[in-house]
């Protein structure tokens, strides 16, 4: 089983800490998402003793989670947080974490979410153009404000990941690259409501490597450098997230400490606070999807499918991004078979494994999707008319109903 030992089989059903998924099903329903509440703290524990020694101030990202619990949870530890637009800038208030301790980022912010971010007294509003200096300038000044604001550097490193989740290279969208920052510099002069704080970056995600760290970082110390030539009072060296998880026994990530060794000789005495902004890392492992399987059937190149109650309504990382997904039966049998699990979407990508050796579980039991805590129900739709599932949090025996159902009314609520 992967590196979390929340997930457990005890007399040969998968738990939750010390609760029996087989239990939650019955209770809840499926597809079900079934997070542990110790994973998360675990994992936020495990980032924040691997850079101990440097000073620095986590801020969890939330768009890979935003359930208010899962927040909450790492808010109650001293987490700040990275939001993404407003929605997830109201989340995390909703949540309780102070405004202080939220970054807002986007690589695409409207008047509004800016407007939002400034009177909520965000603690950095970072920017990933010079247009959009100008628009958080412009409404800074509307309201009297001064802002604190971040520059994203895009270091053209390209970090190796898979293509849709790289976002340090020249070819993508995010950051002002370093042939803008001449420009973006001379700016500043004529932006009065903007005071240039933090220099930011987010080379990609699940990213296996430290020297794409280390190649991005040294970049952005270079324009540190630059900045505080220029007057510029840099406060915040912003690293992003995108530490890699397993998702696959087969191809285990590198524990954290790795990364933490590169870094912190890079970063200790360059007189900044360190910002971290991990996602994936503190969720991923978290949760899993429990889900009925409906049907089992054979074709005739004696292909076997299990045809289970979720699919990529709620995970659609397989789709996206031809993720691994550990996928086991909750109950263990002593024979295995290979089939593809597939969910009943109307789609040829709807699929969690392909090809997988799975315990021989008859129809009507449960499987589990692993590694479904990041990017999972986050990225979940109502394709198909379908209803977004269940959420709970698990705490030792504790169960946390943390997400109800949709119903077939919320379907329709909006449309008139
Ligand atoms: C998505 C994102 C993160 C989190 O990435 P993970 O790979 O989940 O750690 C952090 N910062 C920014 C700016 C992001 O866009």
Known sequence: MLDSHFFSFSDGILCCESVALDELARQFGTPLFVTSRQSLVSQYRSFEEAFASLPHFTCYSVKANFNLAVIRTLAEEGCGCDVNSGGELYRALTAGVPANKIIMAGVGKSEAEIKYGLTSGVMMIKAESISELKAI?????????????????????????????????????????????????????????????????????????????????????EVLESARHLGFDIKWLDLGGGFPVTYDPQKPAPPITKFAEKLIPMLQDKGVTVIFEPGRFIAANASVIVTKILYRKKNQIGKEFFIVDAGMTELIRPALYQSHHEVLSVKQHDRSVVADVVGPICESSDFFARHRTIDDAPEGELLAVLSSGAYGAVMSSNYNGRLRPAEVMVDGDEVTLTRRRETYEQLVQNEL
Do not use: C, W
């Open 137 to 221: 300038n412009s409404v800074a000044e509307h309201l009297g404000k001064v802002a604190q604001v971040g520059v994203r550097i895009n270091p053209n490193v390209t970090a190796e990941t898979h293509p849709y989740i790289t976002t340090g290279d020249s070819k993508e969208k995010f950051g002002i690259d370093e042939a803008g920052l001449g420009e973006v510099f001379e700016l500043f002069k004529t932006l009065p409501n903007l005071e240039l704080h933090g220099l930011d970056m987010h080379i990609g995600s699940q990213i296996f490597d430290p020297e794409y760290y280390v190649a991005a970082t040294q970049k952005l110390l």
